[in-house]
Structures are given as C-alpha cells and as structure tokens.
C-alpha cells in the first residue's frame, strides 16, 4: 500500500466507506459486524489503536491535522504492510461521518477473533465482570477504569452491549484495545467456575443487608461483577456470587453510576491487595 497520504475529494469515495454515517447506530453496528470493523476517534484513541493488538486498517486526517500527526504517520509507514492515510478537507469529513468531528483524527482497525472466558480468566488475577450493561458510554469508561487500576480481563455477560462500538471505544480513550475480554453465554454458570478455580466472586449491590466494602478481606484473585444502573445484578448472578458487597453511601443517595461504582470497588481492591499503595 502507498505509504504518502493519500487526498480524497470525493464524499462517496468507497476508500472512506469504513467512516460512513457514524451516528447511524443500527447501520454502523450492521457494517462493524459484517466487515469485522471498528473506529477509534481522536487522537488518543488512535494512538491506543496504533499500539494495539487490533490490525489498523486505515487513517483518515481533516487536512489541517496532518502536520501534527506527522509520527502517528510516519509510524503507520514503517509497517511490513503500511495502511493508508487519508487527507480531506474538514467540509467533507463532516459529509461523511455526518457530525462535527472537532478533532479531526480518526481512524479504522480490524477486529480480532473472539477470545474465550479460558483465555481470559486463566492468567487473571482481577477481573471485572458485567451484566446487562447496555450503555455503550458506560461500559467504555468501565474498561477505562479497568486498565487503569490493574484488571487483567473482562467477561461480559450475552446482554452487555458491544465493547468495540466506537462511543464505547471513544470513552474509553482506546483503553479497551489493550485490556482482553470474553463472553460468557451463562454468567452464573461461569461464576461457579471462578469459584472453583479459587476466584473470590464479589456482587456489588446497594442492598442493606450486603457486606460492607471496607470489611471485605484481601484474596490473591478475585472477580467484581457489576450489573446494570437501576436493577442491578439478576438474582442468579449474586446467587452464584461468594459475597454480596455494597459501597456504604449518604442515607439520601440510594445508587451510583455503574462506572463511577466500578473505578471505586477496583480502587478499593487494589489498596486492599497492595496496601503500599504500588501498582
């Protein structure tokens, strides 16, 4: 492939189709799936992409940021098979992703097989496991969060929401790229066999009758599972749990954000797990 950027000046170019209609939910999931795609957007999620295990496929610049990603391209160049860069102007960029795109970076990366729960589970020592989170935003800055405080996978119940979607990869700041996850097609099922494998299973829950945060006990791996805002972990999966655990909050606040919930609990363990304070 050329390595120099590459100008394009045409809106309907089928080199840009990869970034066509970004805020057409149903048709970029149908795309993303079928051509095995996903879109980083911005400069530091770019970057992420670029030293990710995920393929690039191509980069695409509004024409006034290519001085300034002068190394992301020159980096992209020194590739066995260098991708492409595109160049357009910032009136067609917004043409075709159909919004404003104010930074003006973006780029495309192929999908990776799937990996298996055995795959990820086997070289943890945290993870983080989710349930019937569906907001893209809220499960990108969850796998911000497990990057950031020492989670070594990610197992996601069938009904959570597609982790490479591009808002999820946005919110995170391209941090999913780099942190490996799994689907579980029964969740308690697979709880039990963390259990079995010495995991400490922790459900968080508000309920008043949950282990308080502060008095839970260090263990050498340990498992967060997480459930959806408003109704929480299913029944079956703080069945399936080893404690029920709770952050103990202001008598007027009844719940937290998902994610603001997660980056305190895997706050909380880390400290737990290493007193010192060292990551």
Do not use: W
Not at 5 to 19: E, G, M, Q, S
Not at 164 to 179: A, D, E, K, N, P
């Amino acid at each position: 492939m050329p390595e120099a950027p590459i100008r394009i000046t045409d809106p309907a170019d089928p080199r840009l189709a990869d970034y066509a209609a970004l805020t057409d939910a149903a048709l970029r999931k149908r795309y993303e799936h079928r051509h095995g795609v996903l879109i980083a957007e911005g400069p530091n999620p770019v970057r992420r992409l670029l030293s990710s295990p995920y393929p690039v496929r191509s980069l695409l610049l509004a024409e006034e940021r290519v001085a300034e990603q002068a190394a992301v391209i020159a980096a992209l160049a020194r590739r066995a098979d260098p991708p492409p860069v595109y160049v357009v102007t910032r009136e067609l960029l917004i043409e075709v992703v159909r919004y404003r795109l104010h930074q003006g970076v973006i780029a495309c990366g192929a999908r990776r097989a799937p990996l298996d729960v055995e795959q990820v589970v086997r070289p943890a020592r945290t993870l983080l496991v989710l349930e019937r989170i569906g907001d893209h935003e809220n499960l990108g800055a969850l796998f911000r969060s497990a990057r950031a405080l020492g989670v070594d996978g990610v197992l996601l119940a069938p009904d959570c929401a597609d982790p490479l979607y591009r808002r999820s990869v946005r919110v995170s700041m391209g941090h999913v790229l780099h942190v490996p996850f799994a689907r579980c097609p029964d969740l308690p099922a697979a709880l039990g066999a963390l259990r079995a494998a010495g995991i400490e299973v922790l459900a968080l829950t508000p309920a008043a009758d949950a282990q308080d945060l502060d008095e839970v006990p260090s263990a050498p791996r340990v498992a967060l599972v997480l459930g959806a805002e408003g109704p929480g972990l299913t029944p079956a999966a703080q069945a399936a749990a080893d404690r029920r655990v709770r952050i103990r909050l202001a008598d007027e606040v009844d719940s937290l954000n998902v994610a603001t919930t997660g980056a305190i609990v895997l706050h909380a363990l880390r400290r737990v797990a290493d007193p010192s304070g060292s990551p």
